[in-house]
Protein backbone atom coordinates (compact mmCIF):
# COMPACT_ATOMS: atom_id res chain seq x y z
CA UNK A 1 0.00 0.00 0.00
CA UNK A 2 0.94 3.26 -1.32
CA UNK A 3 1.20 6.21 1.50
CA UNK A 4 1.93 9.41 1.75
CA UNK A 5 1.67 11.35 5.35
CA UNK A 6 1.54 14.95 5.65
CA UNK A 7 1.98 16.11 9.01
CA UNK A 8 3.17 19.40 10.78
CA UNK A 9 0.16 21.63 9.58
CA UNK A 10 -2.33 23.78 11.80
CA UNK A 11 -2.53 27.83 12.70
CA UNK A 12 1.39 29.62 12.70
CA UNK A 13 1.41 33.39 13.27
CA UNK A 14 3.28 35.68 10.42
CA UNK A 15 6.79 35.94 11.28
CA UNK A 16 7.16 32.19 13.02
CA UNK A 17 7.93 29.13 11.65
CA UNK A 18 6.55 25.72 10.58
CA UNK A 19 7.98 22.31 9.36
CA UNK A 20 5.98 20.24 7.43
CA UNK A 21 6.48 16.75 7.19
CA UNK A 22 5.76 13.84 4.65
CA UNK A 23 6.45 10.30 5.59
CA UNK A 24 6.45 7.84 2.43
CA UNK A 25 6.01 4.05 2.73
CA UNK A 26 5.16 1.45 0.06
CA UNK A 27 7.52 2.02 -2.61
CA UNK A 28 11.25 3.16 -3.38
CA UNK A 29 11.05 6.86 -2.00
CA UNK A 30 15.30 7.30 -2.36
CA UNK A 31 14.47 6.67 -6.49
CA UNK A 32 11.91 9.08 -6.46
CA UNK A 33 11.74 13.53 -7.09
CA UNK A 34 9.51 14.67 -3.80
CA UNK A 35 7.43 17.55 -4.36
CA UNK A 36 5.64 20.09 -2.34
CA UNK A 37 2.42 21.92 -3.45
CA UNK A 38 -0.23 23.76 -2.17
CA UNK A 39 -3.72 24.94 -3.39
CA UNK A 40 -6.01 27.36 -1.67
CA UNK A 41 -10.37 27.47 -2.37
CA UNK A 42 -10.65 28.59 -6.26
CA UNK A 43 -7.32 28.27 -7.74
CA UNK A 44 -5.10 26.16 -9.50
CA UNK A 45 -2.66 23.65 -7.37
CA UNK A 46 1.08 25.41 -7.53
CA UNK A 47 4.25 23.64 -7.11
CA UNK A 48 5.83 25.10 -4.56
CA UNK A 49 9.39 23.38 -4.29
CA UNK A 50 11.12 20.01 -5.29
CA UNK A 51 13.95 17.92 -4.42
CA UNK A 52 16.02 15.03 -6.42
CA UNK A 53 16.38 11.73 -4.95
CA UNK A 54 20.20 12.92 -4.80
CA UNK A 55 19.23 16.39 -2.85
CA UNK A 56 19.15 18.97 -5.88
CA UNK A 57 16.21 21.47 -5.06
CA UNK A 58 14.60 23.56 -7.24
CA UNK A 59 11.93 26.72 -6.14
CA UNK A 60 9.06 27.20 -8.49
CA UNK A 61 6.95 29.99 -6.59
CA UNK A 62 9.01 33.51 -6.25
CA UNK A 63 7.16 34.37 -3.52
CA UNK A 64 8.75 31.81 -1.24
CA UNK A 65 12.33 31.91 -2.92
CA UNK A 66 14.58 32.74 0.42
CA UNK A 67 11.98 31.70 2.99
CA UNK A 68 11.14 27.89 2.59
CA UNK A 69 13.41 25.62 2.07
CA UNK A 70 12.63 21.60 1.09
CA UNK A 71 15.03 18.40 1.97
CA UNK A 72 14.65 14.82 2.35
CA UNK A 73 15.85 12.52 4.53
CA UNK A 74 16.41 8.81 2.64
CA UNK A 75 16.80 6.64 5.25
CA UNK A 76 13.51 7.28 6.79
CA UNK A 77 11.39 8.04 3.78
CA UNK A 78 10.91 11.19 4.74
CA UNK A 79 10.34 14.80 2.55
CA UNK A 80 10.49 18.00 4.73
CA UNK A 81 9.20 21.71 3.80
CA UNK A 82 10.33 24.25 6.62
CA UNK A 83 8.48 27.53 6.31
CA UNK A 84 10.26 30.58 7.92
CA UNK A 85 8.68 34.02 8.15
CA UNK A 86 5.48 32.68 6.39
CA UNK A 87 2.98 35.52 5.16
CA UNK A 88 -0.94 35.24 5.54
CA UNK A 89 -0.75 34.58 1.78
CA UNK A 90 0.92 31.80 2.29
CA UNK A 91 -2.43 29.97 3.78
CA UNK A 92 -3.31 27.01 1.77
CA UNK A 93 -3.83 23.28 1.49
CA UNK A 94 -0.37 21.90 1.15
CA UNK A 95 0.03 18.27 -0.65
CA UNK A 96 3.37 16.33 -0.84
CA UNK A 97 3.69 14.65 -4.24
CA UNK A 98 6.07 11.71 -5.73
CA UNK A 99 6.97 11.82 -9.10
CA UNK A 100 8.70 9.12 -10.95
CA UNK A 101 7.10 5.82 -12.99
CA UNK A 102 3.93 6.71 -11.34
CA UNK A 103 2.67 9.77 -9.60
CA UNK A 104 1.40 9.92 -6.02
CA UNK A 105 -0.23 12.26 -3.74
CA UNK A 106 -0.69 12.91 0.02
CA UNK A 107 -3.67 14.00 1.55
CA UNK A 108 -2.46 17.14 2.09
CA UNK A 109 -2.49 19.42 5.46
CA UNK A 110 -3.81 22.75 6.17
CA UNK A 111 -1.75 25.51 7.06
CA UNK A 112 -3.20 29.08 8.07
CA UNK A 113 -0.92 31.77 8.98
CA UNK A 114 -2.63 34.75 10.77
CA UNK A 115 -2.52 36.44 14.04
Known amino acids: QVQLVESGGGLVQPGGSLRLSCAAS????????MRWYRQTPGKERELVED????????NYANSVNGRFTISRDNNNNTVYLRMNSPKPDDTAEYYC????????WGQGTQVDVSS
Open 97 to 104: NAFGEITY
Open 51 to 58: ITSAGSTI
Open 26 to 33: GFTFSSYV
